[in-house]
Protein backbone atom coordinates (compact mmCIF):
# COMPACT_ATOMS: atom_id res chain seq x y z
CA UNK A 1 0.00 0.00 0.00
CA UNK A 2 3.16 2.59 0.67
CA UNK A 3 4.93 1.09 -2.15
CA UNK A 4 4.02 4.13 -4.56
CA UNK A 5 4.61 6.51 -1.96
CA UNK A 6 7.78 5.38 -1.09
CA UNK A 7 9.12 6.06 -4.73
CA UNK A 8 8.03 9.52 -4.53
CA UNK A 9 9.31 10.34 -0.71
CA UNK A 10 12.64 8.30 -2.19
CA UNK A 11 13.42 10.88 -5.09
CA UNK A 12 12.49 13.84 -2.55
CA UNK A 13 15.22 12.30 0.41
CA UNK A 14 17.66 11.77 -2.70
CA UNK A 15 17.26 15.65 -3.73
CA UNK A 16 17.79 16.95 0.07
CA UNK A 17 20.62 14.62 0.44
CA UNK A 18 22.41 15.88 -2.48
CA UNK A 19 21.39 19.75 -1.93
CA UNK A 20 22.89 19.35 1.32
CA UNK A 21 25.85 17.55 0.69
CA UNK A 22 27.08 20.35 -2.25
CA UNK A 23 26.13 22.61 0.31
CA UNK A 24 28.53 20.79 2.76
CA UNK A 25 31.06 20.72 0.14
CA UNK A 26 31.01 24.58 -0.84
CA UNK A 27 30.90 25.85 2.69
CA UNK A 28 34.25 23.58 3.69
CA UNK A 29 36.02 24.59 0.99
CA UNK A 30 35.13 28.34 1.68
CA UNK A 31 36.48 28.17 4.91
CA UNK A 32 39.87 26.16 4.17
CA UNK A 33 40.52 28.76 1.16
CA UNK A 34 40.21 25.97 -1.35
CA UNK A 35 37.12 27.49 -3.63
CA UNK A 36 38.08 29.28 -6.20
CA UNK A 37 34.87 31.80 -6.21
CA UNK A 38 35.76 32.89 -9.92
CA UNK A 39 34.94 29.26 -11.22
CA UNK A 40 31.99 28.75 -8.58
CA UNK A 41 30.37 32.00 -10.05
CA UNK A 42 31.14 31.51 -13.73
CA UNK A 43 28.44 30.73 -16.26
CA UNK A 44 27.85 26.97 -17.29
CA UNK A 45 28.60 26.56 -21.12
CA UNK A 46 27.32 22.91 -21.14
Known amino acids: MIFPF ?3 LDM ?3 A ?3 TGDA ?3 VT ?3 WEGALDEEVFKAKSVA
Open 12 to 14: MRT
Open 23 to 25: AVA
Open 16 to 18: TNV
Open 28 to 30: VAK
Open 6 to 8: DRL
